[in-house]
């Protein structure tokens, strides 16, 4: 089994700044991608930013020049900075993972924080 576990939603105000972090662990072989995904109040689940093991990053039209992703391979985190953040952001963010896992054969497959709040509002 593979869990992941986020932090750093709360309040916040329009035009401010919060950081989201999530740490995988388990039975994990690698990481080929982390991410993270949003759902508003009354919206379906939409990405907001991933980043593989090597290579680009990947962000919505919304938040793209607002938030920054990384990852930090050898902690197994990923990070989300969130910049001038709108009403618009708020929504419960999940951490995504899709992990080569050896519990209890070697495969692929997508894994899931169990989200955090990030309210925007002044």
């Known amino acids: 089994q593979v869990q992941l576990v986020e932090s750093g939603g709360g309040l916040v105000q329009p035009g401010g700044s919060l950081r989201l972090s999530c740490v995988a662990s388990?039975?994990?072989?690698?990481?080929?991608?982390m991410g993270w995904y949003r759902r508003g109040p009354g919206k379906q689940r939409e990405l907001v930013a991933s980043?593989?093991?090597?290579?680009?990053?990947t962000y919505a039209d919304s938040v793209q020049g607002r938030f920054t992703i990384s990852r930090d391979n050898a902690k197994n985190m990923v990070y989300l900075q969130m910049d001038r953040v709108v009403p618009e952001d708020t929504a419960v963010y999940y951490c995504?993972?899709?992990?080569?896992?050896?519990?209890?054969?070697?495969?692929?497959?997508?894994?899931w924080g169990r989200g955090t709040q990030v309210t925007v509002s002044s």
């Open positions: 995504h993972a899709f992990v080569r896992t050896e519990a209890p054969i070697i495969l692929d497959a997508d894994f």
């Open positions: 388990g039975k994990i072989i690698s990481i080929k991608s």
């Open positions: 980043v593989p093991k090597f290579g680009d990053t």
